[in-house]
């Protein structure tokens, strides 16, 4: 059936309500024609399809090109660096390791991955999204009983970028962004109009009685506090992992806070006692459309910059086979429109067949060359896989990561020194910590390290050396916690040592 309009539908659906937006796919600016919001427990046995049926029937959405959204909290996703700027060996690499992001194997997964920036080195910077091909497919039943089929799936963490930098904060260039949504939230860091950390969870807290009051108790930790107070420290740990990776070790500037129709006024200043920071609500949705309002949900608008093709960055998480599916029905489809129009033809006029016959086998004979073009990517992928497989061979074989693990822990002084962590950073190189009886006994552990330059090859051991010792008591004993740091000094050592 041929689409009657141009409209552009966004719907977030799952048990915790309904969201559904309709913008002018025509129009030169967004321009939102209508929103609904549906808040409620849709968890009962085809309770979400019955309302979103209803939906789509009464709103005409079956009308308009269909996008959907799939919510952080649900899946996993990873910002990394990876040595290559092509898209397709990206895309291997990714299948590659992807179990040692999730415990599944690349087949049960829908991987896809967004370029964040070009490294001038030959590397990029990728967010990479890896879904359970069985969430996708519930997520797409659920649309398909309600009698809607999206073009696209949406990440929402990649649609709240677009959304954010589409009307980005005046003063800010490193800003962490909390969306809160029903059933969980998410946290993003941008930096410099870039995305630089993400993390999503999944949470049972009720945002809109918290936005209204942020000092009752909610009951929902271990702790009696308030919900303002779990969200607080839920963004203090988030913010605390991204300084640990971030390469300067600085903090944001600001923390910004939107909701699904949310006053977060209240709620940003009771984070901003609780944090000790800059905190206000981010509402730029009303900026984002001709008629936009801040009570739009800023993934929803998102969704609808990148279904312009006006996002920054996207990732879709359709499963292929249903993309394919659906082009081979296109095409079956417009078969069946030249096979009919070539039969009315063959009856006005017959001269017109064999023409009408050759159309049809130009079609087929594209349809082939499609396939022909399509069939070298899977011995490229496998080409790829086994050039990656033999690489990592080499790198096992060298065993130098191994070896300095060795030099660390041999080093240590027996019965005296324990290490409870180890950090190994490419561009800074090796930091531990652990506990100690004696002061003396950090200093000898240092001492060892250092040893170790001459006696093993590891010259950049010659400049380890303890950041600080601070007594302690453990167990009724006085101990001793200590950092030792084991800096490398240049670019050159770092590629010969990790």
């Not at 087949?107 to 070009?118: G, K, M, T």
């Not at 696209?152 to 959304?163: D, E, G, N, R």
């Not at 129709?261 to 944090?275: F, K, N, W």
Request: with cysteine; hydrophobic share 45%.
């Amino acid at each position: 059936m041929a689409r009657k309009t141009e409209n552009i539908s966004v719907l977030q659906a799952d048990q915790h309500g309904i969201a559904w937006l309709r913008v002018d796919g025509a129009a030169k600016r967004l321009s939102v024609l209508d929103f609904v919001r549906t808040p409620g427990d849709f968890s009962a046995e085809g309770a979400l399809e019955a309302a979103l049926a209803d939906l789509v029937r009464e709103r005409g959405i079956a009308n308009d090109r269909v996008f959907s959204l799939l919510a952080r909290h649900d899946l996993t996703t990873r910002i990394l660096t990876l040595p290559s700027h092509e898209r397709q060996e990206i895309t291997s690499m990714l299948q590659f390791s992807a179990e040692e992001f999730v415990p599944f194997s690349a087949s049960e997964l829908i991987i896809n991955h967004a370029v964040l920036r070009e490294l001038p080195n030959g590397e990029s910077v990728v967010f990479a999204a890896l879904a359970h091909k069985d969430l996708v497919n519930r997520h797409l039943a659920v649309l398909n009983n309600a009698g809607v089929e999206p073009e696209q799936i949406f990440l929402s963490t990649t649609c709240l970028v677009s959304a954010v930098l589409a009307a980005p904060p005046k003063g800010l260039n490193r800003y962490a962004l909390v969306h809160l949504a029903p059933g969980g939230l998410e946290i993003a860091v941008l930096d410099k109009g870039a995305l630089v950390y993400s993390r999503g969870t999944g949470s049972g807290q009720n945002w809109a009685a918290i936005a209204e009051n942020p000092e009752a108790g909610s009951g929902g930790g271990l702790l009696e506090e308030s919900g303002a107070e779990e969200l607080a420290s839920e963004i203090r740990g988030t913010l605390a992992a991204y300084r640990r990776e971030s390469e300067d070790g600085e903090g944001v500037e600001a923390v910004l806070v939107a909701g699904d129709g949310l006053d977060t006024v209240r709620l940003c200043a009771s984070l901003a006692e609780s944090l000790g920071r800059d905190c206000r609500p981010a509402d730029m949705g009303g900026a984002l459309a001709a008629n936009g309002s801040p009570d739009l949900p800023l993934p929803a608008l998102g969704a609808a910059l990148t279904a312009r093709g006006q996002g920054r960055i996207s990732i879709g998480l359709l499963p292929e086979h249903v993309a394919e599916k659906r082009k081979m029905r296109g095409m079956k489809l417009l078969s069946l429109r030249v096979a009919a129009f070539a039969a009315v033809a063959l009856l006005g006029l017959g001269g017109l067949y064999w023409q009408a016959v050759r159309q049809r086998g130009q079609l087929v004979a594209e349809l082939e060359a499609r396939i022909a073009r399509m069939e070298p990517n899977a011995a490229g992928i496998k080409e790829k896989r086994e050039q990656l497989k033999i690489l990592r061979r080499q790198v096992d074989r060298k065993g130098s990561l191994v070896e300095q693990l060795a030099a660390v822990v041999d080093a240590a002084p027996p019965e005296r020194v324990n290490i409870t962590r180890i950090s190994l950073e490419r561009q800074s190189g090796i930091s531990l910590w652990g506990r100690a009886k004696t002061v003396n006994d950090v200093a000898e552990f240092s001492q060892n390290l250092r040893n170790r330059a001459v006696a093993e090859g590891l010259t950049f051991f010659s400049h380890a050396h303890s950041l600080y010792e601070q007594q302690a008591v453990e167990q009724g004993q006085q101990i001793f916690t200590y950092q030792i740091d084991i800096p490398l000094t240049d670019e050159k050592e770092a590629d010969e040592t990790l």
